[in-house]
C-alpha cells in the first residue's frame, strides 16, 4: 500500500520544485543558525542566495563524520536545547558515537516517513507488529515504532534480545509482522527450531529489515524459514534513523522519501556526481529538518539509483541494495573485497548457515584472509574427508568471485557469535 500518494507519487517536475524550495530553505536555516555551518558556507563561497536551481546544490560544501566529531556533541545542532525534544545517538562502533536530535516537527516527520517504510513492506492496521529493534540511543526500536503505529497496526514494543521470549510472544500474541535486522532474524529462526517451533507455521507474514547489509541470498534463506515477505528499509542517524529508504512490495530497490532528503550519488575520490546508475558514495541532504539538518552529508555507503519507474506507482526514485560502505572495503594483497561478495558466495552453497565470519591477520608483511563458514547440523557429523572437499570447494567458489585465495574454516553449528542487533561480520587482527 502507498502511505502517502500525494508524495509518494508525486510528479517528478513537482518534486523537484518541491525539492528547491526547501533546499533554499534550508540552506538559509543552517546559515543563519549553525555557526559551523556557516564557517563552511563561507570558506566555499556561497550565500543562500546563490541557490536557485537545484544543480546549485553542488556549490554547497560536503558534510563528513569528521566535520561532526570536531563539534561533538551539539555543534551541528540548529536549534537551542529548549526546543529538542529527543536525543539519539548511534553505537560508535565505527568509530566515536554521532549525537543527533530531534525537534517536535522532526519527530513528526520521523513518523510519517516510517510509515511509507511500513506500508511499503506490506503493514495495515490489522496487523500485529513486533518491533524487535533495540529501543534506546539506536534509532530502530523507536523510529519504527512511531510509523507502524501511524499506519494503526499494533505495535509490540518488544525491543532486541531475550530471544526466547521473543518467540513465546510471537506465539501467544499473533504477531503477523517482524521488525529487526536480518541478522536477528535468522538466530531468531534458530532459536525457535531449537525450542521446537516452527515459525513457518505461525501467523507471521511479513518482516521488515535494515540497519545492517544483507544479500539477496540472506533474503531468499529467511523467507523460507520464516514464512514471510521480507522487504529491506536503509535509514542512518544523522539524517534521520529508519525511514531514508524502503522496499515496496515488488522488493527491487528501495525508494527514497525525496521529498524530505535530497539524494546524490557521487565518486568518493572526487566528490563529483555519477551518472544515473553508476555505483558510488550516497550523500543526502535534509530538506526538512529543524534541529539537526544535514547538508549534503556524506554516508560512506556504497550504492546507485534506479532510473526506471517502479511498477508500484511511487515515483520516488529508487537505489540498489546497499552494496557495502567505502570503509567496509577490505584491502587484501591489494585486492578490493566486500564482505557483501562474501555473503553471496555462502549463500549459494547448500549445506553451509548463512552466518559467517571474516578474520583477516598477517603474516610478516602478507595480509591472510579466513572465512570462517557456519556448517549445517546436516553436514556437521560427515566423515572429516567430506568436510575437506566441501573447503576446499568453498574455498574455489570464493577465488572465483574474489580472485583471491581465501582460507575456509569450517566452525561447528552455532558456534559463530550471534547478535540481537548488527552483526560483526569482521575480525581485523592485522594492526597496523
Ligand atoms: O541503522 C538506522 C536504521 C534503523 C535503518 C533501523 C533501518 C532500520 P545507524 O545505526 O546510524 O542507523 O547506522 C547507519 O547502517 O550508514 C548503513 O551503513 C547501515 N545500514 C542501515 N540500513 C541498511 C540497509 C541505522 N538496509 C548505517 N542495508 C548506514 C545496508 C544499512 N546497510
Known amino acids: 500500500m502507498i502511505w502517502n500518494a500525494e508524495y509518494e507519487s508525486m510528479k517528478r517536475e513537482d518534486i523537484r ?26 570558506k566555499a563561497g556561497v550565500k543562500p542566495s546563490d541557490i536557485k536551481t537545484l544543480e546549485d546544490s553542488t556549490k554547497l560544501p560536503f558534510t563528513t563524520k569528521d566535520d561532526l566529531m570536531e563539534d561533538y556533541p551539539f555543534g551541528f545542532f540548529a536549534l537551542p536545547m529548549s526546543k529538542v525534544v529527543r536525543i539519539h545517538s548511534t553505537s560508535g562502533t565505527t568509530g566515536d558515537p554521532v549525537v543527533v536530535g530531534y525537534s517536535r516537527g522532526d519527530i513528526n516527520t520521523w513518523a510519517e516517513v516510517t510509515a511509507r ?22 534509532t ?38 517482524l521488525i529487526c535486522t536480518p541478522s536477528y532474524a535468522l538466530h531468531m529462526s534458530e532459536v525457535a527450531a531449537k525450542m521446537g517451533v516452527d515459525m513457518r507455521s505461525m501467523p ?3 518482516a521488515l529489515f535494515g540497519a545492517e547489509p544483507w544479500s539477496e541470498g540472506m533474503r531468499k534463506e529467511i523467507e523460507e524459514r520464516l514464512g514471510v515477505m521480507a522487504t529491506d528499509n536503509y535509514g542512518l542517524s544523522e539524517i534521520m534513523g529508519p525511514g531514508v529508504a524502503f522496499e515496496c512490495e515488488q522488493k527491487n530497490g528501495l525508494h527514497i522519501s525525496e521529498d524530505h532528503f535530497l539524494p546524490e550519488v557521487i565518486d568518493p575520490e572526487t566528490g563529483e556526481q555519477l551518472p544515473m546508475g553508476e555505483t558510488g558514495e550516497l550523500a543526502f541532504t535534509t530538506l526538512t529538518k529543524e534541529a539537526f539538518p544535514m547538508i549534503r552529508y556524506r554516508t560512506k555507503d556504497l550504492t546507485s539509483f534506479i532510473a526506471e519507474p517502479c511498477e508500484c506507482g511511487r515515483t520516488l526514485i529508487r537505489m540498489a541494495r546497499v552494496q557495502g560502505r567505502t570503509d567496509d572495503m577490505l584491502i587484501i594483497r591489494g585486492v578490493n573485497v566486500f564482505p557483501s561478495q562474501i555473503e553471496h558466495v555462502l549463500t549459494e552453497i547448500e549445506g553451509v548457515e548463512p552466518q559467517y565470519q571474516i578474520v583477516l591477520t598477517r603474516e610478516g608483511t602478507m595480509d591472510q584472509i579466513e572465512v570462517w563458514v557456519e556448517v549445517s547440523q546436516a553436514v556437521f557429523p560427515d566423515a572429516m574427508r567430506k568436510l575437506v572437499e566441501f573447503e576446499r570447494d568453498i574455498e574455489n567458489r570464493l577465488y572465483n568471485v574474489l580472485g583471491l585465495h581465501a582460507k575456509v574454516k569450517l566452525v561447528e553449528p552455532n558456534s559463530i557469535e550471534r547478535t540481537a542487533g548488527k552483526a560483526k561480520r569482521v575480525v581485523d587482527r592485522r594492526g597496523n
Open 17 to 42: 520544485e518541491l525539492q528547491l524550495r526547501r533546499l533554499q530553505w534550508i540552506v538559509k536555516w543552517v546559515n543563519e543558525r549553525v555557526p559551523a555551518y556557516k564557517k563552511k558556507l563561507d
Open 117 to 138: 517504510v511500513a506500508a511499503g513492506g506490506g503493514v495495515t492496521e490489522d496487523d500485529v507488529i513486533q518491533v524487535s529493534f533495540g529501543y534506546g540511543l539506536f
Open 140 to 177: 530502530g526500536g523507536f523510529g519504527m515504532h512511531y510509523g507502524v503505529e501511524r499506519v494503526g497496526a499494533t505495535v509490540i514494543p518488544v525491543s532486541a534480545g531475550n530471544t526466547e521470549r521473543q518467540i513465546m510472544i510471537m506465539q501467544n500474541l499473533k504477531t503477523t509482522g
Open 204 to 206: 507471521l507474514r511479513i
